[in-house]
């Protein structure tokens, strides 16, 4: 399968921004569908993660509450709803995909990597 993220961009400090990633050349069901961020001068870090069909989801920490992901598995399509953004959300969002079941959230859990899509969020 190969991953396409979009729907970054420059927005300010409280504003809100959704991420797609659209899949292609594999069955998309088949895989935990996850989003990793990497801020400048940091290291990829888990964000979160959908399972198969949707159902069950989880999150980072930090997220607290102003992040949703979701799937549509009949548009192959995975996506990151984010509100209430903060300085420190900036960051290059990739979208990955994983064969493993169950709560999947370390980098190397993941087999296929979309490129990223860089939020910056302004004060």
């Known amino acids: 399968v190969q991953l396409q993220a979009s729907g970054g961009g420059l927005v300010q400090a409280g504003d809100s921004l959704r991420l797609s990633c659209a899949a292609s050349?594999?069955?998309?069901?088949?895989?935990?569908m996850g989003w990793f961020r990497q801020a400048p001068g940091k290291e990829r870090e888990f964000v979160a993660a959908?399972?198969?069909?949707?159902?069950?989801?989880y999150y980072a920490d930090f997220v607290k509450g102003r992040f949703t992901i979701s799937r549509d598995n009949t548009k192959n399509t995975v996506y990151l709803q984010m509100i209430s953004l903060e300085v420190e959300d900036t960051a290059v969002y990739c979208c990955?995909?994983?064969?493993?079941?169950?709560?999947?959230?370390?980098?190397?859990?993941?087999?296929?990597w979309g490129q990223g899509t860089l939020v910056t969020v302004s004060s």
């Open positions: 990955a995909a994983s064969k493993l079941t169950g709560r999947v959230f370390r980098v190397y859990e993941y087999d296929v």
């Open positions: 050349g594999g069955t998309f069901s088949y895989y935990v």
């Open positions: 959908v399972s198969r069909s949707g159902g069950i989801t």
